[in-house]
Nanobody, 115 residues
Framework: QVQLVESGGGLVQPGGSLRLSCAAS????????MGWYRQPPGKEREFVAT???????TYADSVKGRFTISRDNAKKTMYLQMNRLKSEDTAVYYC?????????WGQGTQVTVSS
């Protein structure tokens, strides 16, 4: 079992920045991919970004150039640096860890972009 805990969400004004963290505990292997998804109010969960064990990255078009995903395997932690935030970035953000037999999810952290 892998437990994931997100942190760093909150209320920010349009144009502002936030950094989300996703800390993993137990049975964490640095070679597996991790990612971020989000669920805006009243909508389905959507892909945001993913990072492989070798730190290869992929982004949704809606966040490309504004968000940066990274990981620190020694700390078993993944990050999402979010810059130039927009109101449409408002959502609950979830991290995941993609093991061969199962994908694990965190509990989510709320990000609200509003003036």
């Amino acid at each position: 079992q892998v437990q994931l805990v997100e942190s760093g969400g909150g209320l920010v004004q349009p144009g502002g920045s936030l950094r989300l963290s996703c800390a993993a505990s137990r049975n964490f292997f640095s070679s597996y991919s991790m990612g971020w998804y989000r669920q805006p109010p009243g909508k389905e969960r959507e892909f945001v970004a993913t990072i492989t064990g070798a730190s290869g990255t992929t982004y949704a078009d809606s966040v490309k150039g504004r968000f940066t995903i990274s990981r620190d395997n020694a700390k078993k932690t993944m990050y999402l640096q979010m810059n130039r935030l927009k109101s449409e970035d408002t959502a609950v953000y979830y991290c995941n860890y993609i093991a061969p037999s199962k994908t694990y999810w965190g509990q989510g952290t709320q990000v609200t972009v509003s003036s």
